[in-house]
């Protein structure tokens, strides 16, 4: 299974470049699904316990990486679940390399990815933000979007702190508050969720955001400061 060390696992979580899934990737994913069609729920632990032993006998940073490797996919991967949420990279990472957690934390089979949910998410991210999306795999395009709604956060945050001179723009305090929850969505909200939201958001862009970069950086908000 490769020489795997406990160190290699936050590489592992958050790689976004997929080699296609190798044969201990399968074996686990199948174990997980195996345990699903039996009515059992895996959890590390059960596996790290079933995978440690023959016919298989692999180590235990082995099994944390393969998980690590699998929960990176969006499809044919798995999520990592505790008290009933979905973890995200960082906790995914933490959830590995802490044994204390690992009977708590569920592995679970990821669903069948939308391909049009997929597109869907692309198409977005190039009309709100101005430039085509750069993620194909589901779960990278999530990241990509969440990391342009924090990007488009910081920058309006710093013309909302110029609202002493442009009282204008305490009207954004909205926006920064709806960007703050939508970056702390899964990356699950962004393929099922987000589309009910596409429109609002677009036209928030249109009629409000797009006009105030014109005015703030253009010849006007000299002419308003005089």
């Not at 505790?82 to 957690?101: H, I, K, M, P, Y």
Request: glycine share 4%; charged share 25%; aromatic share 8%.
């Amino acid at each position: 299974q490769g020489p795997f060390t406990e160190d290699m696992i936050s590489q592992l979580v958050r790689q976004t470049t997929l080699a296609p899934k190798t044969e201990a990737e399968t074996a686990l994913h199948n174990a997980v699904l195996a345990d699903k069609n039996a009515g059992r729920q895996s959890t590390i632990k059960s596996l790290i316990d079933a995978f440690e032993k023959a016919p298989y006998g692999w180590s235990r940073a082995a099994i944390q990486c393969l998980l690590a490797m699998l929960s990176a996919r969006s499809e044919s991967g798995v999520d990592l679940y505790q008290d009933g949420r979905l973890l995200e990279r960082d906790e995914v990472e933490t959830a590995l390399t802490n044994s204390r957690s690992w009977p708590n934390v569920q592995v679970r089979a990821q669903p069948i990815v939308d391909r049009a949910k997929v597109h869907r998410l692309r198409r977005f991210i190039h009309e709100m933000f101005d430039r085509p999306a750069m993620a194909d795999d589901a779960r990278a395009l999530a990241d990509e979007a969440r990391n342009a709604f924090e990007a488009l956060h910081q920058e309006l945050s710093a013309l909302h702190k110029q609202s002493e001179t442009f009282p204008f723009l305490l009207i954004l305090a909205d926006v920064l508050t709806q960007l703050d929850d939508l970056a702390a969505k899964p990356y699950t909200f962004y393929l099922d969720e987000l589309p009910e939201q596409a429109d609002a958001l677009l036209a928030c862009k249109d009629d409000l955001l797009d006009p105030l970069r014109t005015f703030m950086g253009g010849d006007q908000k000299t002419i308003y400061q005089r």
